[in-house]
């Protein structure tokens, strides 16, 4: 293998930088380019800290200090300015070192380990991309618990469980793994409706930023507008969009307009959750036919916005495919516990278990539905045989 050089933190973040250099060579690499403090010829002793200085040639680059992690596996601690980083990297290169990034660096020091245990080396990549705390927390529960420990079982048991048991589980475990991408990913949740029925307010109250432009004019917001809002175990993407009016849509001769409605629509495609949010206040005429059609078979909350007016669209008028709503008024910030409720209960991670057994790559999915249609025992083991120790895609 060739010696890799990777920069692990990230760029102008932080006062410190880590290079990590590892692969056959890296002893030998560092040994061209380091010089220790105390002037004697350094040992790289696995567990050593040493503190010395980057040379390129008679060049003093910058001071650092060599964590020995390993047989040639160094993490050299320099600081953080990216000039400086990209300097000692350069110099990496020139002397033999393969320069890659964070990510390959880590898959390609974990797979030398042996035993090769690819569901562990797919939880230490996932880890750092996890976008809550508790999605962090079922990626780590998946190396000893979690899906690791049930495929060790599965394993160790694979001549005493049924085939039909194993099938079962795996099928329960791509059923939970839903959930679980939500929270380990993050939710992107599309803020749809007609206009002027608060969108912007409330994502301007979930987010408790005033990141939308709120105005008592139909169509103010036209582009789309991102915020972050935090409903644990979840962590929401929340996209504003202009008001869906396909009646205005087909009239207007304004191109923006017309746009503008085609990019709500198209976040509206691709969102985990959406929250369709209606006036409380005006009839349920204001929902148009084409929102209905768009958001049949996604998970979808309707916001009964403007509570604090008097009521008068009835929810019992709304369609089938809207069954969960919640009342609430944006602009006074009431309602909003409710509504944090009821999107933890239709992404179905309230009480979500987070030591359970999920996937969290796409091939680990596609193996846990192959198993699902496992044929035979002999298949199921060699198909949990791959989840386990099978190359990382
Ligand atoms: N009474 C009351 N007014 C609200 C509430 N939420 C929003 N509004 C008002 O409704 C108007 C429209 O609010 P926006 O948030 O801009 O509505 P929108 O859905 O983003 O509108 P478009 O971007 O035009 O589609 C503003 O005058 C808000 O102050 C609420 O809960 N109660
Ligand atoms: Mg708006």
Known sequence: MSTLAAVMTDKGTGAIATIQLFGDSAEAVLKKIFKPTDAKPPTFRTGK?????????????????????????????????????EMIMELLRRCGAELVTAEQLLAKSLQAQQPVNTIAIEAKL??????????????????????????????????????????????????????????????KSAIIGPPNTGKSTLLNCLSGRQKAIVTDIKGTTRDWVSAQCQIPPLALELFDTAGLDERLAAASKDAIAKAAQRKS??????????????DNSQPVSQLNQQVVRRVAGKKVLTVLNKSDLPAVLDAADLPQVLPDTVKISAKFATGIEHLAEKIRQICGV???????????????ESLLRQLKKARSQFEASSIVTELLNGPID
Not at 58 to 79: K, L, M, P, Y
Not at 157 to 185: C, E, F, M, W, Y
Not at 351 to 360: G, K, Y
């Open 49 to 85: 800290i040493l503190l010395g200085t980057i040379n390129d040639g008679s060049e003093t680059i910058d001071q650092v200090v060599i964590g020995c992690e390993a047989a040639e596996s160094f993490a050299i601690n320099c600081h953080g300015n990216p000039l400086i980083v």
């Open 350 to 364: 309230d009480n979500f278990d987070l030591r359970q057994p999920v996937c969290f790559s796409s091939r680990q």
């Open 126 to 187: 996932m880890l750092p991309k996890t976008k809550t705390l508790a999605g962090a927390k079922i990626i780590a529960n998946q190396i000893e618990a979690g899906l690791g420990k049930k495929v060790t079982e599965w394993l160790r048991d694979i001549n005493t469980l049924s085939l039909k048991q194993i099938k079962a589980q795996a099928g329960q475990i791509l059923n939970n793994s839903v959930p679980a991408r939500l929270i380990i990913a993050g939710c």
């Open 265 to 278: 629509l198209e976040i509206l495609e691709q969102a985990d959750l959406v929250l369709l949010v209606l």
